[in-house]
Nanobody, 128 residues
Framework: EVQFVESGGGLVQVGGSLKLSCTAS????????IGWFRQAPGKGREGISC????????YYTDSVKGRFTISTDITKKIVYLQMNRLEAEDTAVYYC?????????????????????WGRGTQVTVSS
């Protein structure tokens, strides 16, 4: 099954930082939009960030704006999510995926049903 591989999660204290990686060994990501999502226990999957590898534009949901940064290393085919000033509410399983057909992030947000090649996710736990 073709899918992304997420890594970099772990246990961190409130205020700490983590850098997640989304590796796409068999999936072309040039000229496509890649999104990061998270799912907390008992909640639905939430889109939190997107990057367009077509024009470099980015999108962040309000709850992570100013704390998280998304970036791409096209040579390595890795999309990163740098997470700073982590809060207990950031505890979740984090996933990445590719936007179907479009190379740009949607202006209305990062919506899960528009994305494919979901990986198994990486757990982020923020302790207070």
């Amino acid at each position: 099954e073709v899918q992304f591989v997420e890594s970099g999660g772990g246990l961190v204290q409130v205020g700490g930082s983590l850098k997640l990686s989304c590796t796409a060994s068999e999936i072309p990501i040039d000229e496509y939009a890649i999104g990061w999502f998270r799912q907390a226990p008992g909640k639905g999957r939430e889109g939190i960030s997107c990057i367009s590898n077509a024009d470099g534009s980015t999108y962040y949901t309000d709850s992570v704006k100013g704390r998280f940064t998304i970036s791409t290393d096209i040579t390595k085919k890795i999309v990163y999510l740098q997470m700073n000033r982590l809060e207990a509410e950031d505890t979740a399983v984090y996933y990445c995926a590719k936007r179907i057909l479009y190379g740009f992030c949607a202006p209305y947000g990062t919506v899960p049903h528009e994305y494919v090649y979901w990986g198994r996710g990486t757990q982020v736990t923020v302790s207070s």
